[in-house]
Nanobody, 129 residues
Framework: QVQLVESGGDSVQAGGSLKLSCAVS??????MGWFRQAPGKEREGVAV???????????SYTESVKGRFTISKDTAKNTLYLQMTSLTPEDTAMYYC?????????????????????WGQGTQVTVSS
């Protein structure tokens, strides 16, 4: 049974940092990403990581987080991370981890994917000014 469990969300001051984790059980997915949804807004892709073979991968970031957020994966722990720095109130949202198989929309569309095979329950990030 596949499970994605996020953690690491918190309330921080602007300029602060957080590291989100997404522990995956049941399968090691080649495509994983972080999406977020703020109140009253549509869900948006934040960062997506696409593993290609054993050691190669591509990463993509939405423009507003480039240079501030870093997506990474610990293959041994089958855990996806999102290191977030220089947080602003605009980063306040529920953050969701997504995963899917090769050839899926998540793999092909990346940040603009509107669906994924598996989602976590979400972890709240709140940034105050």
């Amino acid at each position: 049974q596949v499970q994605l469990v996020e953690s690491g969300g918190d309330s921080v001051q602007a300029g602060g940092s957080l590291k989100l984790s997404c522990a995956v059980s049941g399968y090691s997915f080649p495509c994983m990403g972080w999406f977020r949804q703020a109140p009253g807004k549509e869900r948006e892709g934040v960062a997506v990581r696409h593993s290609i073979g054993e050691t190669n991968y591509t990463e993509s970031y939405t423009e507003s987080v480039k240079g501030r957020f870093t997506i990474s994966k610990d293959t041994a722990k089958n855990t996806l991370y999102l290191q977030m720095t220089s947080l602003t109130p605009e980063d306040t949202a529920m953050y969701y981890c997504a995963a899917d198989f090769g050839g899926s929309q998540l793999c092909r569309w990346g940040l603009t994917a509107t669906q994924a095979g598996y989602w976590g329950q979400g972890t709240q990030v709140t940034v105050s000014s």
